[in-house]
């Protein structure tokens, strides 16, 4: 069984945003960079199944441009066995992703494709979707537990009333939840050998994929500073205050 996980590079999650001066995005400069947390889990699950024997190679790829190859090698450190980049250079959408994405898995032809739940730098979590959509594969989104049996997928998957038990056949797209596992920090011989794994370079022309934006970003704003909150003297004036004023009672 072969695994292909997605990998995005993102701004490091404990990093505090900066809005840019002119409105037109975030300070992407000088700051520092990681892997997309939810993707940190589905490579995580990747080589638990590839150590319990039950995958023969795990292929990490990454959309984006020439320093994503550092999220790749990360992924390779952790366990992956090659790792694909395909540059883009700019911003790319979910869609331009899952179409990238499509060409990589009809290349390799996987039977199992991982990647996180959604991204923490814009929130979108319709890239597994999609691809599902193009591959007209099944998919197990929000996957909190998964087990590999013969030529299918139990999979446990989050959902807003707790948590939904579901079966699909392999090949099969599955998104990663935070509740899956607990990633692995990559040691240090890990990432010596990483640096001798292959990885190969794509040009985004070269798959016939069209990355131009369809959504144009006008303006960033910092969300408004909240107030300062203030102490009540009673019960009586809390309930006055939450209910003439907050208007939420």
Do not use: H
Not at 19 to 36: H, L, R
Not at 72 to 77: I, Q, S, T
Not at 91 to 100: F, G, R, Y
């Amino acid at each position: 069984m072969k695994i292909l996980v997605a990998v995005k590079r993102v701004i490091d999650y404990n990093v505090q945003i900066r809005v840019k001066e002119d409105g037109s995005g975030i300070v992407t400069d000088n700051v520092k960079m990681s892997t997309n947390p939810p993707d940190d889990n589905a490579i995580e699950e990747a080589v638990k199944i590839k150590e319990a024997g039950k995958a023969s190679e795990i292929v990490a790829v990454s959309v984006g441009e020439e320093k994503a190859q550092e999220t790749v090698r990360k992924a390779l450190a952790v366990g992956a066995d090659r790792g694909i980049l395909v540059k883009v250079e700019g911003i790319i959408e979910p869609l331009a992703v899952s179409k990238i994405l499509q060409k990589i898995v009809e290349k390799e032809k996987p039977d199992l494709v991982f990647m996180g739940k959604q991204a923490i730098d814009d929130d979108c979590n319709q890239t597994g979707q999609m691809l599902a959509a193009l591959l007209n594969w099944p998919q197990a989104t929000f996957a909190s537990k998964i087990d590999v049996k013969d030529k299918s997928l139990e999979v446990i998957r989050e959902i807003d009333e707790g948590l939904e038990t579901i079966e699909v056949n392999v090949p099969a797209i599955v998104t990663c939840d935070l509740r899956l596992n607990e990633p692995r920090y990559a040691s240090l011989p890990n990432i010596m050998k990483a640096k001798k794994k292959p990885i190969e370079t794509i040009n985004s022309s070269d798959l016939g994929v069209d990355t131009k934006p369809r959504i144009e970003q006008i303006k960033v704003e910092e969300p408004p500073k909240r107030k300062a909150g203030i102490k009540v003297a009673s019960v009586e004036e809390l309930v006055q205050k939450l209910k003439n004023e907050a208007k939420v009672i």
